[in-house]
């Protein structure tokens, strides 16, 4: 499922211009993925736009607390990327749960964080926020290839 995401963002940049769930599935089969694949992805995006938001007000002083089962799958790194991204003004509290829940229906436990940074992408890419070109550079890190000074 996380290729199919990957290639969906780097093929069609704007969310709204990508072809409808018919016409995407031929394409993507033609381009090789599997069926299941395809159904699972396309499915759980088709989710992530009709699913509506519940917008909280941005308060300093509000703690989310995650549950044991959340902590265990999302692991430090996941929960310290929320973090940063929270800090970033670049996840809002109704996004973030998106992407936690997101996070909850991957099979891997934890969660690495490159899968991780993808469903963030993704769920950001799907609410077509703005997305500055460092953040997309770095959410499609997967911390593999960097350099050390």
């Known amino acids: 499922m996380i290729d199919i995401l990957v290639y969906l963002f780097e093929n069609y ?17 033609a381009v090789g993925f599997e069926e299941e694949a ?10 992530l736009k009709t699913t509506p938001l519940i917008e909280r007000p941005r ?11 959340e902590q265990r799958k999302l692991g430090p790194d996941c929960l310290a990327f929320i973090a940063f991204l929270e800090a970033a ?6 996004l973030r749960e998106l992407v936690v829940e997101g996070a909850m229906l991957l099979e891997d436990d934890p969660v690495p964080l490159g899968k991780f940074k993808i469903i963030v992408l993704m769920i950001l890419w799907s609410r ?3 997305l500055e ?17």
Do not use: C, N
Request: no cysteine; aromatic share 4%; hydrophobic share 40%.
């Open 13 to 29: 940049h704007d969310f709204s211009t990508r072809p409808k769930s018919k016409m995407l599935k031929r394409r993507l089969s």
């Open 38 to 47: 395809i159904t699972v992805a396309l499915g759980w995006l088709d989710g």
């Open 59 to 69: 308060d300093q002083r509000a703690l989310r607390v995650y549950l044991p089962e």
């Open 89 to 94: 003004d670049m996840l809002a509290p109704a």
């Open 128 to 130: 077509e926020q703005a």
């Open 133 to 149: 070109p460092l953040i997309v550079e770095e959410l499609l890190d997967d911390g593999d290839h960097r350099l050390l000074h």
